[in-house]
């Protein structure tokens, strides 16, 4: 017997606050990017924890597409840093608080 | 009296928070990157005890293999300084914590309060329909989500025509126009 589905979500609850506290707490952009994903791989825990307990697929189907958008997130987003920093020496969030480019 | 199941679930639970956390905490961004690598193998071990093969393999496909790589790439691109100065707020990091704590107790008051009462909080999971996963996801994908799934192959497109627009720069325009 595999474990209870509150588990599962409680776990899910923890990853994303973790996640979500990384992205408050920290400046360098890549760092607050990869919690971003943490973010998103804790929201896909709770929905295939669903999928299993409400004995439906599309839980799954919903992660497949939630990875897939993640995926065309990170490229964009990188490209976007990338770009800053062509300008820019340092990365760093707190000083990028204009729109200028 | 903890089975098997509950066992690992539990020595995985522990291994993927202590990744996460240490992904916020590490100094240098190549160490976040390498404990996400280990909190993302995590979550496809617990899919697979949730029986959902087809996402635990596209989780290592994709997630670990590709974005995961494409973080290294950029990282090792830009060469950040591992010194972080300190944030113009004085109190942020705690008030970040304190956030989290009531986030924390929020979720898990609101996950596992809703189902409590009906009961599919505690009780067993409903049994596996017959059939392999990738056959029952790829059924429910190509009928019922077939449209979300040609959207998101147009999203694609569009991602990968952003990334190269953006990488591409100003300087090749101007000289190509001079």
Known sequence: ?101 | MPTLELAIFATIGLVATFAAAMVVLARKAVYSALFLVLNLFCVAVLYLSLSAEFVAAVQILVYAGAIVVLFLFVITLLNPREEESPSRLKGQAPLAIALGLALLVELALALTGTWAPSGIAASAPPPLPAGDNVRAVGQLMFTDYLLPFEITSILLLIALLGATVLAKGRSRGRRAGS
């Open chain 1, 1 to 101: 017997m595999i474990a209870p589905l509150s588990f599962y979500l409680i776990l899910s609850a923890v990853l994303f606050t973790v996640g979500a506290v990384g992205v408050l707490v920290r400046k360098n952009p890549l760092v607050m990017f990869m919690c971003v994903e943490l973010m998103l791989n804790a929201a896909n825990l709770s929905f295939v924890a669903f999928a299993r307990y409400l004995g439906s697929v599309a839980g799954q189907v919903f992660v497949f597409f939630v990875m897939t958008i993640a995926a065309a997130e990170v490229v964009v987003g990188l490209a976007i840093i990338v770009t800053i920093y062509r300008s820019k020496a340092n990365v760093d969030v707190d000083e990028m608080s204009t729109l200028k480019g």
